[in-house]
């Protein structure tokens, strides 16, 4: 049996003191944290239960932004019409992630920190793994399976892929992320939060050892009003994303003016695709320039074993995805 220490404080300097003085990791809704703890995967000597920090909580749509607390439950924040109608790609990628039950319990600062759901990082059964072991070796490239592994933004140690949906909304909308830790308060561009795994596949973010997220930040913009989310996995609910694209865009006429496209599902972090996004500025938004721009979204791709369909596939998601936010900018559904 795992013997670890609980603490839960009620103010986030009383967070971040029990964080250091106890070594431990931070607990939000407990669905990826629990998880790894029960198959033996994370052994933390403690967990600061941080629920009880009520500041952190709920949401609200500003004129020149949206802030949304760490604490906010995924399930309230996709249920709000009022952000549906302003920002569908923050509605959509979060209703499409993992089941109700998830989603009632998981918070949003735990759902952009998630770890990778690569099954020889999951199972302890397999000693090569330099994520959860540095420096023993990866089972995926040393002939594993890879059919759901990252094609964009991997290394000769790691490919891990970034399993989130709501990350890359994030990432396509220049959004922020507000921290409170032992050094003060930072404001951290959403683009840099997760870092590349490189030769140190254990490092995923820039966060210091107990620095707590607090907030989300999303400036608005016209291209969050006509985005959209689109989802491919294998099962229609209940599954991580095989490919996915999080986009929006501001035409003027059918000419576009801005464009957002981030990739899911592909990559070892949340993915902007900014050579896509170039392709199309000042272009007519058509089927062809759609289908082109994600066709330069993978141009930089590296398939492994059993996962050349990713690029079809997803090339195929972001001219979809493209489409339907077309379609939002015309007035249309
Ligand atoms: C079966 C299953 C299917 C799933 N499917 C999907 C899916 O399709 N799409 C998707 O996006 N997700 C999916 N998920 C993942 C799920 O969305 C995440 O587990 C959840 O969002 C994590 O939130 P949490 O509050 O439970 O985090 P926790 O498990 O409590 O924490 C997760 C990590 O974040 C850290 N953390 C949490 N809050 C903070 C904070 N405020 N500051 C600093 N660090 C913090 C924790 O220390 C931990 O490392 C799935 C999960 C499961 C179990
Ligand atoms: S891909 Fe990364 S997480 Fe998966 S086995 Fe290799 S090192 Fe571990």
């Known amino acids: 049996m795992l013997n670890f220490a609980y603490h839960s404080p009620k103010t986030l300097a009383d967070a971040i003191d029990a964080i250091r003085n106890s070594g431990g990791d931070i607990l939000a809704g407990g669905t990826t944290m629990v998880d790894l703890m029960k198959i033996g995967v994370h052994e933390p000597p403690a967990l600061v239960d941080i ?4 500041d952190l909580e709920g949401h609200e749509i500003g004129p020149d932004r949206i802030r949304f607390g760490a604490l906010a439950r995924m399930t309230h924040v996709a249920d709000d019409a009022d952000l549906v109608s302003v920002a569908p790609v923050l509605t959509e990628s979060l209703w499409k992630a993992a089941s109700p039950q998830l989603r009632n319990v998981a918070r949003l600062g735990g759902n952009i920190l998630q770890r990778t759901r690569c099954p020889y990082f999951r199972d302890t059964a397999y000693s090569q793994c330099n994520k959860r072991d540095p420096g023993s070796g990866c089972a995926a490239l040393d002939g594993g399976e890879t059919s759901h592994h990252a094609i964009l933004g991997g290394s000769s140690g790691c490919v891990a892929m970034y399993p989130g949906d709501w990350a890359q909304a994030l990432i396509a909308f220049d959004a922020e992320v507000h921290t409170q830790g032992p050094a003060g308060r930072r404001t951290i561009p959403f683009a840099d939060l997760h870092v590349l795994p490189g030769d140190t596949p254990e490092i995923e973010t820039i966060l210091q050892p107990g620095e707590i997220v607090t907030g989300i930040t999303v400036p608005v913009v016209p291209a969050l009003k006509a985005s959209h989310y689109l989802k491919a996995r294998d099962r ?21 003016r801005d464009v957002r496209i981030a990739l899911g599902g592909v990559a070892t972090t949340p993915w902007r695709a900014r050579a896509a996004e170039d392709s199309l500025k000042g272009k007519p938004l058509t089927e062809k320039t759609a289908r082109e721009a994600g066709r330069i979204a993978f141009a930089d791709a590296k398939d492994l074993k059993g996962s050349a369909y990713k690029i079809k596939l997803g090339a195929d998601v972001v001219a979809g995805a493209l489409m339907t936010a077309k379609s939002r900018a015309q007035g249309g559904e």
């Open 236 to 256: 229609e609910s209940y599954a991580f994303a095989s490919a996915s694209a999080a986009v929006g865009v501001e035409l003027d006429g059918d000419t576009v």
């Open 51 to 54: 629920t009880g920090l009520a």
